[in-house]
């Protein structure tokens, strides 16, 4: 099956490469002009690069090498202003809805026969109690309004195309941006630092990145219906402390960490209690990566 990608040079976004390169799909990989991670992809005569800004998107269709595909699938997971500050700008999220709309514009002019968006957890906002795909989306930051908006307009503008919404949670592994809790507090560790976190109190849920990667296959490749929205999580949900924990002592207990020192993220203090019920039932996909094997991971990618 031949993938077109957009966003395949991110921590995602390799990470589902690898996958389909191990199941032997073809990858045709659209990388902006100025991309300086394009590097960072499979040396594999498999993948082919589709240099494409994100303004182009609707331009995509245009591609002789595309359109001659007999069957093809598109996955985008390209989107900006990911960090803190972009997060919370809404003229990089309504860029972000624009552009995206593009993409599924070109999908539906190349035949795609299934399109499928990464969209994340924070479209769900502020929960105390377990998210399932039908739970009211109240998103704080300006990123989950954009990813939420988008999604809407889109299932309702894929026409000739099934429409896969994945709600992506907390997911971790090498590779990760190192900025995220899980990155942080392993290379402060192992550094013999000292991590000063937030109270750390509410429910959270992690995700190897693997694990993602192959829930993302499945729902690309799941014979039969498959159109609609699906959380794409762990399935061990614990108090964040006890994740915290469970590092320091991956890391031998070498550092340190104080608890209630620093404010909540743009989000706000959510916790996370995703019920992945339905992506089990429609293409049997599991988590196979107990947190502490993931985390070991890590920690030899550091050493």
């Known amino acids: 099956m031949d993938v077109i990608i957009t966003g395949g040079t991110s921590f995602i976004g390799l990470a589902v490469i690898r996958k389909l390169l191990a199941e032997n799909h073809n990858i045709w990989a659209v990388v902006r002009p100025e991309s300086a991670n ?5 040396e594999d005569e498999r993948v082919h690069v589709i240099t494409c ?7 995509l269709s245009d591609r002789t090498e595309l359109k001659a595909l007999p069957e093809k699938v598109f996955l985008h997971m390209a989107w900006e202003g990911v ?5 919370s700008d809404p003229s990089i999220q309504k860029k972000n809805i624009e552009n995206s709309l593009k993409a599924i514009e070109a999908a539906e002019r190349l035949s795609c026969r299934r399109f499928i968006f990464s969209g994340s957890q924070a479209e769900y906002g502020i929960h105390r109690d377990a ?29 000739e195309m099934e429409y896969v919404h994945c709600r992506i949670f907390s997911v971790y592994g090498p590779g990760d941006h190192p900025w995220s809790l899980v990155s942080t507090c392993m290379r402060t560790f192992l550094e ?13 849920n992690f995700l190897y990145i693997d694990d993602m990667a192959e829930a993302v296959a499945a729902l690309l490749f799941n014979r039969g219906e498959t159109g609609g929205i699906y959380n794409i999580a762990g399935d061990d949900t614990r108090v964040l402390r006890e994740f915290v924990e469970e590092m320091h002592d991956v890391c031998e207990k070498k550092g340190s960490f104080s608890y209630g020192k620093r404010a909540p993220n743009a989000e706000g203090p959510a916790s996370l209690m995703p019920d992945i019920s339905k992506i089990k039932s429609v293409t049997g996909w599991k988590p196979r990566t107990a947190f502490c094997d993931g985390i070991e991971k890590i920690r030899r990618s550091m050493i």
């Open 131 to 159: 998210m399932t795909e039908k739970s009211e989306c109240r998103p704080v930051s300006e990123y989950g309004k954009a990813k939420l908006e988008f999604g809407r307009k889109a299932a309702k503008n894929c026409r």
């Open 53 to 59: 800004g994100m303004d182009d998107m609707d331009r």
């Open 83 to 87: 960090g803190s500050a972009g997060r």
């Open 38 to 42: 394009r590097g960072k992809l499979p």
């Open 192 to 204: 013999n630092g000292h991590m000063e976190l937030g109270e750390c109190t509410q429910k959270w």
